[in-house]
């Protein structure tokens, strides 16, 4: 089994791969203050917690953005379960071409999305991902990574929102029954899940008119459903590319290695 992990700077996912099927996916909470052996023994409780038998996996890949616990989980992967991980960055083999200013500049995470949403979808198309930040890719023909857009995140504004101001509570992100807001909290969540919607939709009509066509829409990331289900554009929801693209990685550099 080939253990995939996606650290995010909210949450770090996890998943398990036997060949192309995902068996499981687990998911932790980023603490940039804890340690290589307190991750080793929460990645092995919670794997075990799944059901998965922990001699069973025999390689991982990471992509992080987090550059202060890239490290640390890599030293938690090999003090938990003996195994050297490979971390997505460059001199990594992706398939994937990236037409940008500054190649190496782009995430780990967006190239881990691309490489999946072009195995699995094909391109080009619109790939949406909702996370801690809201990042919008072209990925063009034959699978190239054309550039993105990164707007914060509807958790990011809803906090901005109410940290920045002397009487806007903290709430959860949750979409209210109408947009026209009748008390601070529904006004609060209006703004963000349906204005987060209408900028995902927004964004991508600039996208559609800059390609000069529409393309198929991929959304993924840990927003993605609360605010897909309220935007103009049909999109096809899915939570796992991050993995997904990590395990193709993986086979790609094995195959050439």
Do not use: W
Not at 26 to 32: G, Q, S
Not at 201 to 226: K, S, V
């Amino acid at each position: 089994m080939i253990l995939t992990v996606d650290i995010g700077n909210t949450i770090i996912a996890v998943g398990g791969f036997e060949g192309d099927m995902l068996a499981f996916v687990v998911r932790l909470a980023t603490n940039i203050k804890e340690t290589s052996h307190e991750y080793a023994a929460k990645l092995d409780s919670i794997l075990r917690l799944s059901g998965t038998e922990t001699h069973s996996l025999t390689a991982a890949v990471i992509s992080s953005v987090v550059p202060q616990l890239t490290g640390t989980i890599r030293e938690a992967l090999k003090i938990a379960f003996g195994i050297d991980a490979l971390s997505v960055g460059p001199g990594v083999k992706t398939g994937i071409n990236i037409h940008c200013d500054d190649p190496s500049s782009v995430g780990a995470d967006l190239i881990c999305v691309s490489v999946a949403a072009a195995k699995k979808y094909g391109s080009p198309c619109i790939i949406v991902d909702m996370g801690t930040a809201t990042k919008i890719i072209h990925l063009g023909k034959n699978g190239t990574f054309e550039g993105v857009a990164i707007l914060p995140g509807a958790e990011i504004s809803l906090s901005a929102l109410a940290e920045r101001t002397a009487q806007l509570p903290h709430i959860a992100l949750t979409a209210p029954d109408s947009a026209i807001g009748k008390n601070t909290v529904d006004s609060m969540r209006s703004g963000a899940v349906f204005g987060a919607a209408a900028a995902v939709d927004g964004m991508i009509d600039r996208f559609f008119f800059e390609i000069g066509e529409a393309l198929p829409i991929i959304i993924t990331g840990g927003l993605a459903g609360t605010v897909a289900l309220h935007c103009r554009h049909t999109m096809h929801r899915d939570d796992n590319l991050v993995l997904i693209g990590l395990n193709e990685i993986f086979k790609k550099n094995m195959q050439q290695a």
